[in-house]
Nanobody, 126 residues
């Protein structure tokens, strides 16, 4: 069992930055990959990015490359999403997710993640 709690969301002006955090508890954090997804009102959940258990590899959706950075601190059981150059279209609820049971799926597939946080709202004003 893994519990995930996101924080760091809020209201920011376009062009600004936010850093989201996701604190994990339960299973040993350094043994599983993590992902970030988002969902805007009326839209489907969207992959933002992922990171391997060691932090040695990261993956991003094309629209986030160069603007968003995922990192993790296994000593603190926390994964981060640094978001820069934010746009109004980045407005969404952001979720972190834990990929605990290997299924051979790619990082962008939501069904590959076993545990989800409650989400944190990010609103980007134009």
């Amino acid at each position: 069992q893994v519990q995930l709690v996101e924080s760091g969301g809020g209201l920011v002006q376009a062009g600004g930055s936010l850093r989201l955090s996701c604190a994990a508890s339960g299973r040993t954090f350094s043994t599983y990959a993590m992902g970030w997804f988002r969902q805007a009102p009326g839209k489907e959940r969207e992959f933002v990015g992922g990171i391997t258990w060691s932090g040695g590899r990261t993956y991003y959706a094309d629209s986030m490359k160069g603007r968003f950075t995922i990192s993790r601190d296994n000593a603190k059981n926390t994964v981060y999403l640094q978001m820069n150059s934010l746009k109004p279209e980045d407005t969404a609820v952001y979720y972190c997710a834990a990929d605990v049971i290997p299924r051979g799926l790619t990082a962008n597939q939501a069904r590959g993640y076993d545990y989800w946080g409650q989400g944190t709202q990010v609103t980007v004003a134009s």
